[in-house]
T-cell receptor
Framework: AQTVTQSQPEMSVQEAETVTLSCTYD???????LFWYKQPPSRQMILVIR??????QNATENRFSVNFQKAAKSFSLKISDSQLGDTAMYFC????????????FGQGTRLTINP | DAGITQSPRHKVTETGTPVTLRCHQT?????MYWYRQDPGHGLRLIHY???????DKGEVSDGYSVSRSKTEDFLLTLESATSSQTSVYFC????FGGGIGTDTQYFGPGTRLTVL
């Protein structure tokens, strides 16, 4: 079975701090992509960052970066200089690269940025 | 903005009634998906389509059917709605073509469905 586990149901940090969200996944496949999606109170699912499993270099997008450890099947998200607008649910997900790409999601981490 | 709309955005219905949700895309993407979101479960795949009239089941397909008669529209039907189908439903698309972005899914705004 392919699964994604986010062990932190909720997190809270002060504005401008750095926060790391954890994610582990399980698959026997070798060719897959990993994602972090953000869901603010508006409910819209927004792609934050994407990582190809065959790449060793960790993906970065402005203040967002990942720590991808393929052997450990770990894919954490680091948010630097956190802002009030980062308050949201964050979902970790992955897809296997074959045919239709079916995303497998974790349960989510609710992140609150306090002023 | 990947050009995805969902209708209706909110719906309240009664148990036993049929319900159809529509997903519409404007950019000719090949793959379309329906997910449901429930507390504690993240998003779970209901059905997906890999082309016109080509569909397949996902993880939680019981009680749902889909149709895709043209590229831009993917319909999700609850033949006889039950209270357990109260949820937020998301449509997603992927398949921009070859290269970067082909395997990335972009989501519509969601439909909140309440079955009384």
């Amino acid at each position: 079975a392919q699964t994604v586990t986010q062990s932190q149901p909720e997190m809270s940090v002060q504005e401008a701090e750095t926060v790391t969200l954890s994610c582990t996944y399980d698959t026997s496949e070798n060719n897959y992509y990993l994602f972090w999606y953000k869901q603010p109170p508006s409910r819209q699912m927004i792609l934050v960052i994407r990582q190809e499993a065959y790449k060793q270099q960790n993906a970065t997008e402005n203040r967002f970066s990942v720590n991808f450890q393929k052997a450990a099947k770990s894919f954490s998200l680091k948010i630097s200089d956190s802002q009030l607008g980062d308050t949201a649910m964050y979902f970790c997900a992955f897809i296997i690269i074959q045919g239709a790409q079916k995303l497998v999601f974790g349960q989510g981490t609710r992140l609150t940025i306090n002023p | 903005d990947a050009g995805i709309t969902q209708s209706p955005r909110h719906k309240v219905t009664e148990t036993g009634t049929p319900v159809t949700l529509r997903c519409h895309q404007t950019e000719n993407h090949r793959y379309m998906y329906w997910y449901r979101q429930d507390p504690g479960h993240g998003l779970r795949l209901i059905h997906y389509s890999y082309g016109v009239k080509d569909t397949d089941k996902g993880e939680v397909s019981d009680g749902y059917s889909v149709s895709r008669s043209k590229t831009e529209d993917f319909l999700l039907t609850l033949e006889s709605a039950t209270s357990s189908q109260t949820s937020v439903y998301f449509c997603a698309i992927s398949g921009f073509g070859g290269g970067i972005g082909t395997d990335t899914q972009y989501f519509g705004p969601g439909t909140r469905l309440t079955v009384l």
